[in-house]
């Protein structure tokens, strides 16, 4: 079974989930639930239609502050792991190590 994974089942499990699932009944729906829920849905869309740019520059904040983060952690721990001449000689730059440390990061 190369590149599958096998899934190790418990049977006493199983009965269990089985057993609290009969005893667990969702009541369905009313109609003025979903309503609401398709009114948001729809007044998000339209706010999202309406404001690309802002839902474009969150997102572009977001990255920043996950890109800036990643560089941080890296650059902080950038020592663990690595032979110490690496880091303490002055004819070796660190600034290579950091971007490919970041690069697999993130």
Same mark, same amino acid.
């Given at each position: 079974?190369? @590149?599958?994974?096998? #899934? /190790?089942?418990?049977?006493?499990? $199983?009965?269990?989930? !089985? $057993? %609290?699932?009969?005893? /667990?009944?969702?009541?369905? +729906?009313?109609?003025? !639930?979903?309503?609401?829920? #398709?009114?948001?849905?729809? &007044?998000?869309?339209?706010?999202? &239609?309406?404001?690309? /740019?802002?839902?474009? /520059?969150? %997102?572009? +904040?977001? +990255?920043?502050? *996950?890109?800036?983060a990643t560089t941080w952690c890296c650059s902080r721990f950038l020592g663990y792991g690595w032979p110490q001449e690496a880091?303490?000689?002055?004819? !070796?730059?660190?600034?290579? @190590? +950091?971007?490919?440390? *970041?690069?697999?990061? @993130?």
């Amino acid at each position: 079974m190369r @590149g599958e994974a096998r #899934m /190790l089942v418990h049977p006493e499990e $199983l009965r269990w989930a !089985q $057993l %609290n699932e009969r005893h /667990l009944q969702f009541e369905p +729906l009313t109609r003025d !639930q979903i309503h609401s829920i #398709m009114e948001r849905g729809r &007044k998000l869309h339209r706010w999202y &239609k309406s404001h690309h /740019l802002t839902h474009s /520059l969150i %997102n572009l +904040l977001v +990255l920043i502050f *996950c890109s800036a983060a990643t560089t941080w952690c890296c650059s902080r721990f950038l020592g663990y792991g690595w032979p110490q001449e690496a880091i303490t000689r002055p004819d !070796q730059s660190w600034l290579p @190590g +950091l971007s490919a440390a *970041c690069s697999i990061a @993130g």
